[in-house]
């Protein structure tokens, strides 16, 4: 079993930038690709970004390249998403997942949830 519990959310003005950051419990770390995604008030659930099992090949939801940065640091069972340049359509639930096996973007294939932290950019 493995639980993930983030942190690092909060209030900012648009430009601003926040560092999440998401714990994990159990030994299997290494082994599980991780991701986040995010959920506005009356929208469904979406990819932000994954990060295979090395830290190697992120992937990007085209809405956060070039602004938002995946790591991983498998030594202290720890993912991080760097979000910089904040904009208000920024704002939402932020999740990080966990899955055994190849990254994906689709939630439905991850098997493991944090309870979520929200992120609110004010304009």
């Known amino acids: 079993q493995v639980q993930l519990v983030e942190s690092g959310g909060g209030l900012v003005q648009a430009g601003g930038s926040l560092r999440l950051s998401c714990a994990a419990s159990?030994?299997?770390?290494?082994?599980?690709?991780i991701a986040w995604f995010r959920q506005a008030p009356g929208k469904e659930r979406e990819f932000v970004t994954t990060?295979?099992?090395?830290?190697?090949?992120?992937a990007y939801a085209d809405s956060v390249k070039g602004r938002f940065t995946i790591s991983r640091d498998n030594a202290k069972h720890t993912l991080y998403l760097q979000m910089n340049s904040l904009k208000p359509e920024d704002t939402a639930v932020y999740y990080c997942?966990?899955?055994?096996?190849?990254?994906?973007?689709?939630?439905?294939?991850?098997?493991?949830w944090g309870q979520g932290t929200q992120v609110t950019v004010s304009s």
């Open positions: 997942a966990a899955r055994r096996g190849v990254a994906t973007t689709r939630p439905s294939t991850y098997e493991y």
């Open positions: 990060i295979s099992q090395s830290g190697s090949n992120p």
């Open positions: 159990g030994r299997t770390f290494s082994r599980l690709s």
